[in-house]
Nanobody, 115 residues
């Protein structure tokens, strides 16, 4: 089993920045990708960013150029640096990892962008 714990959410003004963290623990082996998803009010969950085991990254169109995903392998942690935040970025942000055929999810952290 794998446990994921997110942190770093909160309230920020438009144009501001936040950094989310997700720490993985448990049976951590064979992880092929670490992802950030989000689900806004009344919206479907969408992929925000992904980093693979080889280090390659990809981003959702709405966050390209503003968000950066990174990982710290020694700490089994993935980060999401969010810059130039907009009200439409308001959502619950979820960390997930892919391990073989399994997908594990964190509990989510709320990000609210509002003046």
């Amino acid at each position: 089993q794998v446990q994921l714990v997110e942190s770093g959410g909160g309230l920020v003004q438009p144009g501001g920045s936040l950094r989310l963290s997700c720490a993985a623990s448990g049976s951590i082996f064979g992880i092929t990708a670490m992802n950030w998803y989000r689900q806004g009010p009344g919206k479907q969950r969408e992929l925000v960013a992904r980093v693979t085991s080889s280090g390659s990254t990809n981003y959702g169109d709405s966050v390209k150029g503003r968000f950066i995903i990174s990982r710290e392998i020694a700490k089994n942690t993935v980060y999401l640096q969010m810059n130039s935040l907009k009200p439409e970025d308001t959502a619950v942000y979820y960390c997930s990892i892919v391990q073989g055929l399994r997908l594990y999810w964190g509990q989510g952290t709320q990000v609210t962008v509002s003046s």
